[in-house]
């Protein structure tokens, strides 16, 4: 029994080897960052409570511009009263795959900066900016617990705005969905192609000493 155990280990681990085996960094970088990608097929397990407050947790450690902290997270987990409200404001083509995950965050950014009675408020030039460190956050904390992640863009805003009471202040940026990963053919058909990590283009593509390159 031990042995099938250990080999069914030593299975599990080959296979995350090789899925991981064309990410290479071009400079020394810590494992998570690699090992983190966007899967859709989750295995529609329970996750713990705690499990998802230490994720988010991460998140809210995130930098920010005066450290006013914008980001603001609404979440379901599978199963609770707000599961069915949280995958009703996804679009059709995330709802055919993100409802077999263990967690539904939204990810909201106040768009206004307090003045908090000593000065008027005013407009956030950096609300996005500082939610997307956040974010990144907790990506890599989830992926750090063995869950992976996936970001949406394909949400319905005005049903998430008024099924979520969200106030008009808060931008709307992203729902992502939390859980662990499970074999591709729990997937529509026409995603299961698609479930590898991507790459990334070289540093050289994208970071460049002084300025801008002709």
Known sequence: MMAAAETQE??????HSSRFADRVAHYPIAPVFLERWSPRAFDASHMPEADLLTILEAARWAPSAFNIQPWRFLYARRGD???????SVLDEFNQAWADKASALVL??????????GARPDK???????????????LAL???????HTHAMAGILPD?????????ERYRIEIAV?????TDPSV??????GREEPSHRRPLSETAFPGPFPA
């Open 159 to 167: 049903a998430a705005r008024e099924r979520l009471s969200v106030p």
């Open 123 to 137: 407009l956030s030039g950096s609300h996005s900016f500082d939610t997307g460190a956040a974010w990144a956050h």
């Open 177 to 181: 969905a939390i859980g662990r990963h």
């Open 10 to 15: 030593t299975r599990q681990d080959t296979d």
């Open 141 to 147: 904390q989830s992926a750090h617990m063995g869950y």
């Open 187 to 192: 997937l529509p058909e026409e995603l299961r």
């Open 107 to 116: 990810v909201l950014s106040d768009t206004i900066v307090s003045g908090n």
């Open 81 to 87: 009263n707000h599961w069915p409200v949280f995958v």
